[in-house]
């Protein structure tokens, strides 16, 4: 079911629609375009904000000033002084330190980045531990079975 457009409005070729050239603003007057230049030579199609001639990203200044505080709030700094660990050796111990960096993530004291972090390395270190116990205890037999095939040969 396709609804009617306005006097203003377009339809896009993904089916959707947006506005022509001659926006409307929230009042019902004409919209201002921004005045800006794209990396392409183009006008800029933003409006223009706050009765400026330009849009937020072409407003001197703006533009690093909002992509400063997005990449500040995406930032991730380690306190001066971590907690220091000692890495876990065995499928038990590990078991008990992703619980206990779960219990921190739920908990809000641990960064979900942190968590992720903690997880990818933990199946890592759950493959190495396995890993590592089965050619101990293959060496373990072996040399067990090297024992008693000497035993046998007295």
């Not at 050239?21 to 933003?46: F, L, P, S």
């Not at 849009?55 to 505080?69: D, F, K, M, S």
């Not at 890592?124 to 090297?146: G, M």
Request: charged letters at 25%; hydrophobic letters at 35%; proline letters at 3%.
């Amino acid at each position: 079911m396709s609804r009617s457009r306005g006097p203003h409005e377009k339809q896009s070729r993904g089916g959707g629609v947006w506005l022509s050239g001659n926006d409307v603003d929230e009042c019902g007057g004409e919209a201002m375009k921004c005045e800006g230049v794209t990396a392409k030579g183009k006008r800029c199609r933003a409006r223009a904000v706050g009765g400026s001639r330009t849009c937020l990203l072409h407003t001197p200044g703006e533009a690093a000033r909002l992509g400063a505080r997005g990449g500040r709030a995406r930032s991730f700094r380690l306190p001066v002084e971590g907690e220091l660990i000692t890495p876990p050796t065995t499928a038990l111990s590990l078991r008990d330190f992703v619980a206990e960096a779960l219990a921190k993530v739920r908990g809000g004291t641990m960064d979900v980045r942190i968590g992720n972090c903690v997880g990818q390395l933990a199946s890592v270190l759950s493959r190495v531990i396995e890993s590592a116990t089965f050619e101990s205890r293959l060496a373990a037999l072996e040399a067990a079975e090297k024992m008693r095939a000497s035993c046998h040969d007295r």
